[in-house]
């Protein structure tokens, strides 16, 4: 299948999740894959087609390049007012990398956010909550602690930029 269609194939699960949302208020389970398709195509990865892989990609150049990175996807929907998580992380596996990418409620990609190995790590060692046992971790905490790399206005940012700079 060529990369038009799969361009195609995407488009249409967006409009159909957007409107399943819409008419039943329950997702589906599609976000992680409109994630790694949308990570693949903007920042130049190479998508593993293993699925038993600890990692979803390998970065082809710029800062990612030869990264292994777990992609992980969420849409935000006005209406929320849980906290939202990533999901699971295991520090344990091999992997250098995560990127989140934030959809808003049409499933259209905002931003995407990476955090090193290194930092995940980091930010797990406080041991006090069980999901921090387990591997979880909030999207705010996430974009805490993560580099926003990419916007739907601007592509690909050409600095890092830091949440956290003074």
């Known amino acids: 299948m060529d990369l038009y269609s799969i361009d195609t194939l995407m488009h249409e699960t967006r409009q159909l999740a957007a409107r399943y949302r819409q008419a039943t208020g329950s997702t589906l389970p599609v976000t992680g894959e409109i994630a790694r398709f949308d990570a693949a195509k903007s920042l ?19 800062t990612l390049a030869d990264q292994k990175l777990v992609i992980k996807g969420r849409a935000i929907f006005d209406s929320s007012k ?44 406080d041991r006090e909550s069980n999901r ?34 003074t």
């Open 132 to 165: 921090k046992k387990r591997g979880a971790m909030s999207i705010a905490q996430f974009k805490i602690i993560g580099e926003r790399i990419w916007t739907a206005e601007n592509g690909a940012e050409p600095e890092i930029w830091d949440n956290q700079a």
């Open 44 to 62: 130049d990865l190479q998508l593993l087609d293993n699925l038993n892989s600890s990692y979803d990609a390998i970065g082809k150049s710029g």
């Open 82 to 125: 849980s906290t939202p998580r990533i999901g699971q992380l295991n520090p344990t596996q091999e992997w250098d990398g995560v990127l989140l990418v934030l959809f808003d409620d049409e499933y259209q990609p905002i931003e995407i956010f990476y955090a090193s190995k290194q930092v995940i790590q980091e930010a797990l060692t």
